[in-house]
């Protein structure tokens, strides 16, 4: 089958495993050694942020502390990909979220209040509060696992 065969359903699906493997790829930006994560935010088929967990602008690049615990200043990819847009012209309502992990109660809230519209994610995590929340405001969430 080629692609001109394939349906829309098909071929967002195609395109939301490429945004996702981007996103894995940006993950290897972070400094954090227990868990690497990336987030980009796409709308209109445009990456218009980008993010991964770490300190933030100007700290350490050392995410974890003496007794391997992540230290409590530590920024999610989500936030900092939706606070890099918040700083640009561009706007993340309507947006795509692609991130490695699935978002956290604290993240949700975020993704929730910046009108993101839908949220694609590939590992699980073992509270699952943030995700449901967001089902809760209807956005939609999509787990792909690679």
């Known amino acids: 089958m080629n692609k001109k065969e394939l349906s829309a359903e098909e071929k967002q699906f195609l395109l939301d495993k490429r945004y996702l493997r981007m996103a894995h790829i940006w993950a290897e930006n ?16 445009m990456i218009i942020s980008d ?9 350490e690049n050392h ?32 947006a795509t979220l692609y991130v490695t992990c699935m978002p956290c109660i604290e993240c949700a ?9 839908r949220v694609v994610y590939n590992q699980n995590y073992r509270v699952e509060d943030g995700v449901n929340l967001l ?5 939609q969430t999509v787990n792909i696992q690679m």
């Open 30 to 45: 972070s400094y954090c050694e227990r868990r690497q994560v990336g987030a980009l935010l796409v709308k209109g088929k």
């Open 51 to 59: 993010g991964y967990n770490g300190t933030p602008s100007g700290f």
């Open 63 to 94: 995410c974890e502390d003496e007794n391997n615990i992540t230290k409590p200043y530590v920024l999610h990819a989500e936030a900092n990909a939706i606070t890099k847009v918040a700083r640009s012209n561009n706007s993340s309502e309507g």
């Open 109 to 117: 809230k975020l993704i929730i209040q910046s009108g993101i519209v």
């Open 135 to 139: 089902k809760r405001a209807n956005i």
